[in-house]
């Protein structure tokens, strides 16, 4: 799966993962975060988080504009500056008042614009290398591949968010307990009920800090959560410094993908000429996916939104058997490695070569059930560590995707990268299907008050809906980013790839829609919303499909 790809490709795809671990670390905490420190409700929450998914996702369509006027690379460069900034102010601990809001508005406006200079116009880099005839096959597998890397990146951000959390949470002698923002909180604006005093007493009791004065224990705990989490948000500032020397370093092996259509025209290197009616039919079908990939974005982005309170307020506290096995971080890490060495066992051209990669895989299933032996009979989980089970999917079914399409492929029935994204919005209804399951018979939030629920839920229903929707991620995602920089017009592709970011960006405000009904409808009413919006997705898609198809063969 890697052989034959252009040096550039794993340049810029390791250049991205350190951007994308520290952005998703960021992530992984932002909703709690927004809720301990300022005490928002859902909704609140849920706007903020939207509206700045949308803004880091639109400002990749200003970046393309920008870009195919003065160059990628400099937009990617000034990108990771910008970047660097926002997240160095979020890290910095302030008050919850006036102060401390504009710090951290500006902060997330400053990683929404750097974000938009830095991602598409990488990914349009990366799609150059494959106009190259010599690698122009390859284009799709290359995607799947950038986006595993990106994948890396995100699949270790939720473990390094709850490290850095505990840590600084345990200077203070306090341990982390998703009951006690919502009630610290009430308790310190007078609006909490007898009922939940009692509940925060006996809370406050059974912390080492030992302070029994609800008031200055409320507080304290709120100040020193908020903070831990602005020390997680400074985990991005160590990572972009790892993605600069990175880019700076390998620069060679990609330079010659930094020219945008104007630089091409002026060193006179040929570019493919395109008919007014070709522009006009490529450009039409680009936006009916983006119109698409809208609803998509809006399900799964649900992860830091909805599913992480689902994982908060439904979801037990505990992983035991073999479910343990997924919160450990390095377990997870050696069974994705070992995917890979279990596929070279039959891609390796040599003997000896398949003989180390099977004894490879033996010993990293055996690290990982090591790992796992040595684990607590009863694990302590957090909401924050079921993110980091779509990334590991993705790592994990990379290689059994590529090499299923493959298969495919040589038989002359690979689908359209269309026809993948059909496909993909059809497997994320499956998904929130599986939520809604479990989900039939819990309170309604609105019932909750903005606690935790008395009926607890496996673990297992939430792992299993990241595995689903993982599969229609991976159909739709690195696919769709493949077909526009296939079928983009070369005098337009940077823009081209932002409006693909700025589709992404308005599912990703559309986030806030179920968050907004999160209090106001049952529980499963939330997710079957989801549901309807990916088959009618799906359908339309499927009507459109042969010009679609069409499109991309012009």
């Not at 950038?146 to 306090?174: C, E, R």
Request: aromatic share 14%; charged share 10%.
């Amino acid at each position: 799966m890697f052989k034959d790809q252009p040096k550039g490709l794993f340049a810029l795809a390791l250049a991205n993962t350190g951007e994308r671990f520290g952005y998703y670390t960021m992530l992984a905490i932002f909703m709690l975060f927004l809720q301990a420190k300022f005490g928002f409700n859902a909704a609140v929450a849920g706007q903020i988080y939207a509206i700045f998914l949308a803004g880091v996702y639109f400002m990749p369509l200003f970046g393309g504009w920008l870009a195919d006027k003065i160059g990628f690379g400099k937009c990617v460069t000034t990108g990771i500056a910008v970047m660097f900034l926002g997240y160095l102010c979020l890290a910095i601990p302030t008050d919850a008042g006036v102060t401390g809001k504009i710090a951290m508005f500006g902060a997330l406006a400053l990683i929404a614009v750097g974000t938009g200079l830095f991602k598409g116009n990488l990914q349009v880099m990366v799609g150059n290398l494959y106009d190259d005839p010599k690698y122009s096959s390859k284009r799709d597998a290359a995607f799947s591949l950038f986006y595993m890397a990106i994948n890396i990146g995100a699949m270790f951000a939720p473990s390094m968010a709850k490290y850095v959390t505990n840590m600084f949470l345990s200077k203070s002698q306090l341990v982390y307990n998703a009951n006690i923002p919502a009630l610290a909180h009430q308790y310190l604006d007078g609006s909490i009920t007898p009922e939940n005093t009692a509940k925060l007493a006996d809370l406050a009791a059974s912390m080492p800090c030992g302070v029994s004065d609800l008031g200055a224990f409320s507080q304290l705990y709120i100040d020193k959560l908020s903070t831990a989490y602005n020390y997680g948000f400074g985990v991005a500032c160590i990572s972009l410094i790892i993605s600069v020397l990175i880019y700076f370093s390998c620069r060679s092996w990609f330079k010659h993908a930094d020219v945008n259509a104007k630089q091409a025209q002026a060193a006179h290197i040929s570019e493919p000429e395109l008919t007014p009616q070709q522009t006009k039919s490529r450009i039409t079908a680009l936006l009916l996916v983006f119109a698409v990939v809208i609803f998509f974005w809006m399900a799964f982005h649900q992860n830091g939104a909805t599913m992480t309170f689902f994982a908060r307020d439904y979801t037990q506290p505990v992983a035991e058997g073999i479910t343990r096995i997924g919160f450990n971080i390095w377990s997870l890490f050696l069974i994705a490695v070992s995917i890979y060495t279990l596929f070279s066992i039959f891609q390796s051209e040599t003997k000896k070569g398949r003989i180390l990669s099977a004894i490879a895989t033996l010993v990293l299933w055996g690290g990982a059930y090591a790992i796992y032996s040595g684990m607590a009979p009863v694990l302590d989980i957090q909401p924050s560590d079921f993110q980091q089970f779509n990334p590991f999917f993705v790592v994990a079914l990379t290689p059994v995707s590529l090499a299923i399409f493959g298969s495919l492929a040589k038989k002359g029935k690979e689908p359209s990268a269309p026809r993948k994204i059909g496909f993909g919005m059809l497997v994320a209804a499956v998904g929130f299907l599986i939520l809604t399951v479990g989900s039939i018979g819990l309170a309604s939030p609105k019932e909750l008050g903005g606690t935790v629920s008395d009926i607890l839920v496996s673990p297992t229903w939430l792992i299993s809906t990241y595995l689903v929707l993982t599969f229609a991620e991976l159909l739709l995602s690195p696919m769709g980013i493949s077909f526009v920089s296939k079928v983009a017009p070369p005098k337009y592709k940077g823009m081209m790839m932002g409006c693909w970011f700025a589709a992404t960006a308005v599912g990703n405000y559309l986030v806030s829609v179920p968050a907004l009904l999160w209090d106001k409808v049952p529980l499963w009413g939330v997710w079957t919303l989801l549901i309807v919006l990916c088959l009618l997705s799906a359908l339309f898609i499927f009507s459109i499909m042969k010009k679609l198809e069409n499109a991309t063969k012009s």
